[in-house]
C-alpha cells in the first residue's frame, strides 16, 4: 500500500516536471510575432497618441472619468467587451473565449496633485495635475496589449481579463476593484511599472518580496501649555515629542533583524508657534515600512508602544492613529513559480539577456492587494537610453516617459497573458475541464 502510494506519487512528481519543463507553445514564435506587432506604426502610433492624451488631462484617483472613458472608447472600436463602472472610474475588459480559465494583466490610470515642469507640445493642461508616475503609459500599453490580442482572438486558450484600475497613488483601487468581485476566478493577475533608471527593452523583477509594505502614522502628544520661562508650571509635549521620535529610532536599530529591512521615519512634527510659549499639544506623523507582514505588524505595535510609554515618561498622554483603510500597502510578494514563468517568457520576447533581477525596493505598490488574493508578479519594465537622455524618477515634476517603451510593455502584457493560458492548460487539464462552468 505504501509503496504504491509512493510510486504514484513519484509518478505526479515526475508528470509535474515535464509540464514544468515544457515552454510555453506560444512563446518563442508568438511572442517576438507580438513584439513585432506592437512596434507596427499603426500599433504603436495609435498608442502614443492614446498616451499623449491622457497626459494632457491627468486625472486624480477615483476622478479618473475622461480616461475611463477614452479607454471604453477605444474598446469599443476593438469590439472588446467590458464590465464599468467597476470601484468608480475602473474598466474591465474581456478577450478571448469569455469562458476559464481567466488571467488578469492590470494597469493603473491616475494622476499625482504636482505640477508639471516639463515644457513640451503635451504638457498636463490641468494646473497642478500631472501624470508623473507613468500611469498614463500604463494605460495606453494595456490598450495596445488589448488590440494586438484581440486580433489573435481564436488562439487565446481562455479569457484575458484586461483591468484598468483607479487610484493606486494612496488611494487603494486595487482594493476596491478586489471588493467589486471583479476578479473572482482569476489564476494569476501580471502588472508593470515603468522604470526611468533601466535600461530601454529590458525589465527586472525579483521572486518573493519586491516592494515593501507601507503605513502611515500620526500622534497626538499632549501636556499642558503656558510661559516658556516658567517651565515648572507647564507639562513640555515639545520635550515629549522630541524623546518619542529618538526612541522610535531605536525600534529599527535595536529591535529589528539587520537583515530584515525596515523603515520609521517621522516626516512630520508640528507643535507651537511663539518663542515664549510652551503648547498644549504637538502632533507627529510619518511612515513605516517592512518587507514582511509579519515585520510590519510588529512595527506597528512598537510604534504605538513607543510613543504612548515614553509620552507619559514625560508625563504627557498621547494617541496613535494608523489612518488604515486609506494608506496601508501590504508587502508585494511576487509569487515564486510566476517569477519562472516569467523569466521564459519575457526572456523570449525580449532576449534572455533582457531579463534580469533586482534587489528589493522600499517603495510601495498597491499592486500588492491583488497578490494577496492571486498569484501575482509585479515587474519594472526599462525606459532609459542614455544616448537620448538621462530620465528623472517617477514623482519628479520634471519626469518623462520615453515613449519606445510602449511596444515593449504592450507586447509583454499580451505574452504574460496569452502563454499563461496554454500553460494553465499543460499543467492540469482536467481542472480546467471541471471549472467549466465559471463564470466571471
Ligand atoms: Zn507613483
Ligand atoms: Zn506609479
Known sequence: MMMMGLVKWVNLFIMFHLFAATKPIMASSDSSKFLNLAKEPRVFDWMVEIRRKIHENPELGYEEFKTSELVRTE????????????????????????????????????????????????????????????????VAMLLGAAKILKEHEKDIQGTVVLVFQPAEEGGGGAKEILNAGALDNVSAIFGLHVAPKLPIGTVASRSGSFFAGSGFFEAVISGKGGHAAIPQHSIDPILAASNVIVSLQHII????????????????????????????????????????????????????????????????????SFLDNKTFFPPTVNHAELHDYFQSVAGSVLGDDKVTDIQPLMGSEDFSFYQQVIPGYFFLLGMENPAVEHLESPHSPHFKVNEDALPYGAALHASLAANYLVKIHQDSPVVVKEKHHDEL
Not at 473565449?97 to 488571467?103: I, L
Not at 539587520?258 to 511612515?287: C, E, M, R, Y
Open 253 to 320: 536599530s535595536r529591535e529589528a533583524d539587520p537583515l530584515d529591512s525596515q523603515v520609521v521615519t517621522v516626516a512630520k512634527f508640528q507643535g507651537g508657534g511663539a518663542f515664549n510659549v510652551i503648547p498644549d499639544s504637538v502632533t507627529i506623523g510619518g511612515t513605516f515600512r517592512a518587507f514582511s507582514t509579519e515585520s510590519f505588524m510588529q512595527l506597528r505595535q512598537r510604534i504605538e508602544q513607543v510613543i504612548t510609554k515614553q509620552a507619559s515618561v514625560q508625563r504627557c498622554n498621547a494617541t496613535v
Open 75 to 138: 474598446l469599443d472600436k476593438l469590439g472588446i467587451p467590458y464590465k464599468y463602472p467597476v470601484a468608480i472610474t475602473g474598466v474591465v475588459a474581456f478577450i478571448g473565449t469569455k469562458k476559464p480559465p481567466f488571467v488578469a494583466v492590470r494597469a493603473d490610470m491616475d494622476a499625482l496633485p504636482m505640477q508639471e515642469l516639463v515644457e513640451w507640445e503635451h504638457k498636463s493642461k490641468v494646473n497642478g495635475k500631472m501624470h508623473a508616475c507613468g500611469h498614463d503609459a500604463h
